[in-house]
């Protein structure tokens, strides 16, 4: 599961910047994933312009650089209820 973090960034790469969640899944199943690495592979492999990674990077800037590498949970935290409308990245197919 992603941390509350990680699944703004998601969403943020989703719905701003209009990423396939097929590539954010890609990425996300790379072998050397790591959340904070997640732009990075994006755009190593083509998946995102130098434009859209900049915008990344403002995002990150903003809105918090710390995307944790591990998923941290506290159920009186009432930033968990954003997980619920994160997007499901596992139903996305793949092509291979």
């Not at 790379?30 to 994006?42: A, F, N, R």
């Not at 492999?45 to 995307?67: A, C, H, K, N, P």
């Amino acid at each position: 599961m992603l941390s509350t973090k990680q699944a703004q960034l998601v969403q943020f790469l989703r719905f701003e910047l209009a990423i396939p969640a097929s590539s954010i899944a890609m990425a996300l199943r790379h072998p050397e994933h790591d959340y904070g690495q997640l732009p990075m592979i994006l755009w190593q492999y083509g998946l995102i312009s130098l434009e859209q990674l900049d915008r990344i990077f403002d995002w990150l800037e903003r809105f918090g650089t710390s995307v944790e590498t591990k998923p941290k949970f506290n159920n009186a935290d009432p930033d968990t209820r954003v997980l619920n409308e994160s997007v499901d990245l596992t139903s996305a197919s793949f092509v291979g």
